[in-house]
């Protein structure tokens, strides 16, 4: 008798003396952050990491492009250089460049044998182009490059957008697949402990109560993958949204309303895909108009200014020099037609490319559109198919606790009816992601 109050006093103290320890009771389970299908939107156009690429490979196509600036704009150096030489040439130039010239210099023995003669000279040099056809064409040709980077940019976005719509709609998936089946482990929970009633009173064989057992093991399998997809979708929406995985989050809810699908959107000639191949068939032209412009004469002027002086920093004579320079390369090996030849079947090869994507976009676009139709008549079969199934479930379900149906044909029922919803959510998916993606098809670079 004794015994009990010590059981009592330890029982008491047990939990300070866990509190004392340090541990403490593990956390709750983090809820669901509430998202919107345009909050995931706006979050990937954000931070998105193939969107941040593609804008840095926009600008890095902007860079190239300005340094086709040196067509126009000067180049000017400077130079600084210390030479020593006993050459009975250079010696006497290097004299009269610093303007020291005497007559005593002019002695045959001080020409033909020199001393060590130093100069240090300081060279300022200037080059502008004037007119350089095929520099000019380059130019045309790296802005164009420019615009089809835009293009490329502009239509990641619109793929990550479609991207993150889809997931989106692939979590709302997730979670009607798990409201079905917590419904379906509901109804074989009841018809379990209905079961083990009527076998414990002798109204039902032990069998029936197996058999449901299994249906309830194998339903709460079916519930651990369902919310399984759960996080796996919220992980997938995470990395379009440039955040770390972990988070689940919480949906709108996908509605099965009519749809009826519109013949009005067509395939746009401005789509930004579209768009970037034609303007990378112009930049191939521009390409061999430059070639072309290689074999034309060229026309450029220069100038220096040159201070030369027998000490070391010293600044003492001071010349300039300056000119125009035409050039013209008559003849090179056939470089330039070889070039040109070679460009030439490089943009054919990209007119093709072009008319045959464009083909391919007309006939993916029509193909979407009857997937859109067949999806809406599909949501209209599977509407009919739940309530039926619903239906046979109630009646079987009835006529089990009557002792007049066996337990099997309760359990066919009731699958049967969470196929058929899985079903319908699962139409109701294809009928949203198609929509999607006909505005994806149907964008226009023009906005």
């Known amino acids: 008798m004794k015994s009990k109050p010590t059981n009592r006093l330890l029982r ?33 156009l954000s931070d998105n990491h193939t969107l941040k690429i593609s804008s840095i490979e926009e600008k890095a196509a902007g860079s190239r492009y300005r340094e086709t600036d040196a067509v126009f704009l000067p180049q000017a150096g400077i130079s600084y250089s210390a030479m020593t030489t006993d050459n009975p040439l250079n010696a006497f130039g290097f004299r009269l460049q610093q303007k020291t010239i005497g007559s005593a210099d002019f002695d045959p023995a001080s020409l033909n044998h020199p001393g060590a003669t130093p100069d240090f000279m300081t060279t300022f040099d200037l080059r502008q182009p004037l007119v350089n056809m095929d520099g000019l064409y380059q130019r045309k040709a ?17 793929q990550i957008a479609f991207e993150t719509r889809k997931a989106y709609m692939q979590l709302q ?27 414990h009173q002798g109204l039902l064989n032990k069998a029936d109560e197996l058999n449901i057992q299994v249906q309830v093991r194998t339903t709460e399998s079916s519930l651990a993958q369902a919310r399984s997809q759960i996080s796996n979708a919220s992980d997938y ?7 770390p995985p972990g988070p689940v989050y919480a949906t709108d809810s996908a509605t099965a309303d009519n749809y009826q699908p519109s013949g009005d959107s067509v395939l746009s000639e ?46 003492g004579a001071g010349a300039y020099l300056a000119g125009l320079r035409l050039s013209w390369d008559i003849f090179n090996g056939n470089s330039i037609r070889n070039r040109n030849a070679t460009l030439q079947l490089e943009k054919n090869q990209l007119t093709e490319e072009y008319t045959q994507y464009k083909e391919r976009s007309v006939a993916e676009l029509n193909a979407t ?4 139709a067949d999806a809406g008549f599909r949501i209209n079969q599977q509407q009919t198919a739940v309530s039926a199934a619903g239906e046979s479930f109630r009646i079987l379900k009835d006529r089990y606790e009557q002792g007049l149906s066996g337990s099997t044909d309760v359990l ?34 023009k906005k």
């Not at 109804?187 to 009527?198: C, G, I, M």
């Not at 929406?237 to 955040?243: D, I, K, N, Q, Y």
């Open 369 to 372: 559109r009857r997937q859109l």
């Open 12 to 44: 008491t103290a047990y939990p300070i003396f866990v509190l004392a320890l340090g541990f403490h009771p593990a956390p709750a389970q983090d809820l669901p952050i509430r998202l919107t299908a345009e909050q995931a939107v706006s979050a990937a």
């Open 142 to 158: 790296a802005y164009t490059a420019t615009e089809i980077y835009r293009l490329k940019s502009q239509r990641t976005k619109e």
């Open 173 to 199: 998936l997730a979670y009607q697949a798990q409201k079905v089946t917590e419904d379906a482990l509901a109804t074989a929970n009841a018809l379990y402990r209905y079961t083990q009633d009527r076998v």
């Open 237 to 243: 929406l995470s990395v379009l949204m440039g955040r």
């Open 412 to 445: 066919l029922a009731q699958t049967q009816l969470s196929q058929q919803r899985l079903a319908l959510a699962q139409a109701v998916f294809d009928r949203d992601v198609t929509k999607a993606y006909i505005e994806f098809l149907t964008a226009s670079s």
């Open 270 to 315: 401005d789509r930004a895909d579209l768009s970037a191949m034609r303007k990378g068939i112009e930049a191939s032209r521009l390409m061999i108009r430059s070639t072309k412009m290689r074999s034309m004469p060229r026309l450029n002027a220069f100038g220096s200014y040159q201070l030369n002086d027998s000490r070391a920093l010293g600044f």
